[in-house]
Every structure is written in C-alpha cells, then in structure tokens.
C-alpha cells in the first residue's frame, strides 16, 4: 500500500478527541509537510537551476495534475502575473477534468491516461518549455500521459510526488519526492500531502522568478499593481528601495506606469523615466545592475 494511502498509527482514536486536541493535531502533523520539502532541497534547487536558462531562452512553465494538486498548479500559475508580471500565456495549468473541475470534482478525469497525453499536445509543448507534473500518489494515469507527451516533445519535466519510487517521480527528467507518509485522515491528500506540494511550488516558481531579476534584495519589484492594494504596495516598495518621499515616488510611478523596477532606475539614477527604461534593457532587466551602473 502507498504510504500516502496508508492509516496514521498515531491517531487511531481521532474521533474521539475533543476540539482543541483535534485542531491541535491536524495543525501539528503539517509540520512534517514542511520537513518533507526540506529533505527534498537539493532535487528542488537541480530543478530551479534546469529551468533557468529554458525560460530564459522564452520557455513556459506548464503545469499539470489531477483533484488537489491540479488546484495546486493553477494557483501557482495564476498567481505569477500579478506577482511578478509573469505573462498569462506563460504559465499554463492543465487539469484533469478541465476548467470545471476546479470547483467541481470530475469523476474519473484522473484515470484518463489518453487524455492527459492529448491535453498536454493540445499546449504544443517545446524544448524550452518546464512542466511542472504534481501528483501525490506518484501513478495518476492523467498525469503520467501528460508526463509522456511532454518529454516525447523534448519539454523539460519535473515530477513531484509524495510516495518514494513513484512512476512520476522515476521517469521525469527531474523527479522529487516529499515524504510526507501517512495522513491524520488516511488518504486524504489535500492536507500534509497537499501543503508540501505547495511549498515545493512556491518555492520553485519564486526562486525561478528571483534569478529572472524580477526580484531586488528581497523586494517584489516586478509586480503588476491590479488593485488599490497592490497599487500602495509598489508605492511602499518604491520608496523603500530608493529612500524618495511618497509625492517624488508617486511622480516616477506614474510616469512610467507604474513600473517599479523603471521608477526605482529614475529616482536613484537621477534620470528621466526613458533613461532608466534603457538602462534597465541594457542590464538585461537586472534592477541591480541598472542601478549599479
């Protein structure tokens, strides 16, 4: 039986505890979520430095899974464009089941080995494309056909699974496995499986991000403000970088539409917005590099 699908010997009275026992149990047995990517470092940090240069040469990040770590993909995913001004048609989420499945389970979407391998050829992966393929049990035929079809493209793929010696993780160019053992519910997935798997994606596609220079120190300066919050936020984030008052930052953003990374470039430069667009374009989009001069 898959670890993954085996019962916890460590709350065989769950049922019965009382709330604060109970809440204090799930809340704990997420700590081994944790510890499970933490043993998994070095195959993340091989999978972050593969990756690099294939999206630097204009590559996608494409994601695939099935129920929980299909949702999964399509949060990292939607996420970066906001984040980090990552375009839309650059990251793409293939989920079992399609779009619907999102909110709804579609039953026996995962068991389509087929197609996943038609989903993954409708995207017309390529050689510099990186799938990102999530599946706790490490054998969803959805995924493992989607597996298939992107290496037979010459795709980079990399395989997160929670069961050790999974097909997934085995037969993608870079497999890593989170360790994540039974679960305090037996089988249910979504919890310490489900949360390791989003550390293991934040943490790639963030530091993926980071050696893109969308990234100055620990600072989100590539972000692409779509709400009053986020509009604040590369405000807050220009003044931190630069030390300029709100009214001389509120000034340069505007100017170049609220392009942090430009507005950061003209305040401590000293120079006009389309000066610090060139030398961001000279410096290949690395702030540090513009500023340094």
């Keep these: 039986m898959l670890k993954t699908e085996t019962p916890s010997p460590q709350h065989p009275l769950l049922d019965q505890y009382p709330v604060p026992e109970l809440v204090a149990a799930f809340v704990d047995d997420q700590f081994n979520a944790v510890q499970a990517v933490r043993n998994a470092v070095p195959r993340i940090a091989r999978a972050v430095e593969a ?101 037979t493209a010459g795709a980079l793929t990399i395989g997160i699974a929670n069961n050790a010696g999974s097909p997934l993780a085995g037969e993608a160019d870079i497999g890593i496995t989170l360790d994540t053992g039974s679960e305090i519910i037996s089988g249910s997935t979504r919890l310490k499986a489900g949360t390791s798997q989003k550390i ?49 930052a509120r000034a340069a953003l505007e100017a170049c539409g609220y392009h942090v990374k430009v507005a950061i470039v003209a305040l401590r430069r000293q120079v006009p917005v389309d000066q610090a667009e060139a030398l961001l374009a000279r410096a290949g989009g690395s702030l540090r590099a513009a500023v340094d001069g």
């Design 200 to 248: 293991a994606l934040n943490t790639i596609s963030s530091a993926i991000m980071v050696r893109l220079h969308k990234v100055y120190g620990n600072l989100m300066v590539d972000l692409k403000p779509t709400n009053a919050k986020l509009y604040t936020r590369a405000l807050r984030l220009t003044m931190h970088a630069t030390g300029a008052e709100e009214t001389a």
């Design 51 to 151: 990756a690099v240069p294939r999206i630097e040469a204009g590559g996608r990040l494409l994601y695939v899974g099935a129920g929980t770590s299909g949702r999964l993909g399509v949060l990292d995913s939607v996420e970066l464009y906001p984040t980090f001004s990552w375009p839309h048609e650059r990251a793409v989420a293939l989920l079992a089941g399609g779009e619907s499945a999102m909110f709804v389970a579609v039953e026996g979407a995962e068991d389509d080995y087929d197609q996943g391998g038609r989903d993954m050829a409708a995207a017309r992966p390529g050689p510099d494309d990186v799938v990102l393929l999530l599946a706790a049990s490490g054998g969803t035929p959805y995924v493992l056909g989607a597996l298939h079809a992107a290496r």
